[in-house]
């Protein structure tokens, strides 16, 4: 008997189209001989909308964007589906919000749980985990907009002298690079605060660092399965959103990219120890500072619980380097997730018994 499974997409943070482009490769690909696809639009204001069954391929992203008079109320969901497969990136999807409401309607679901979420998507919270368990990492600042509008100078000040210039300024809650500048004097440092707090109430600074940037994909809810490492090589002066998504012409995708074997192993070992410090469940993306100059050639720059799904996306493509398809792929997520789901529902019966 056929699953059927929910995609959820879209959503209210500012990686909203990346969402609907990422639910679309994987209604495009996932196995419809084992699996039925319920697609469940979440618009700009949180609003849910179910849109049926599909048993094939969508033909267009637009097909999916579809609102109705009444919105879909996600307490059906256990009652509608078996499993369900968010890729609702940024806040509220992303950061375990989304992940407490499958919690307590009780379906299985993609993906790491609500505080496995919320960590990684806080990149100061996760920096700060990283220190505390021994993970190189670069030097780096966050603090709130409250605290910069009370001591501005101070902050500039302590950015300019702790970490020099370039540096690069993000919202600490967000992902596929929005709202990252680069900054290369006082100027260009207060613009970037200023977009960058625009998207979030907290902002992390970090230093430039001079190395290659690679990244590993992570499969399981452990023992883990790491993909190749890849690399991508982009003609833009960092690989912000619009390299990502928009002008993609001059990024060159590298997998697997050539490191030294020593350079791969330690990539590896740390890879499995973010991971595990994690706790991570069914996928994650792994990134990596490469430095022949730097004290700590392999230093970690972050972890993507919920990495992108789209045509540009580097998660699916590593792992198809290893043999792993993009249907199998989506298959085996979907299988972590029910047996993640047994795991969580067999401790809770022991808790209440």
Known sequence: MKRTVAVL????????????KSAFNILSNIDYTQFDAKPIFINKENKWFEQGTLQAAPSTESQLVVTHPTAFNP???????????????????????LQSILDYVNVPYVGCGVLESAVSMDKGTTKDLFVANNIPQGQYQYFYENDYTLSKDSILTDIETQLGYPCFIKPANLGSSVGINKATNRTELLHALEVAFKHDNKVVVEEFIKAREVEIGVLGNGPYTLSSIGEIETAADFYDYDAKYVSTEGNKMLIPTSLPPEVETEIRIYAEKVAKVINVKGLSRIDFFYSEEAANRVMVNEINTLPGFTKYSMYPMLFGDIGIEYKDLITQLIELAVANHKTKKLYSQLVTK
Do not use: W
């Open 9 to 20: 997409y879209g959503g209210a943070s500012g990686e909203h189209e990346v969402s609907i």
């Open 75 to 97: 307490f059906e969901l256990e009652s509608l589906v078996d499993v369900v497969f968010p890729i609702t990136h940024g806040p509220f999807g992303e950061d375990g919000r």
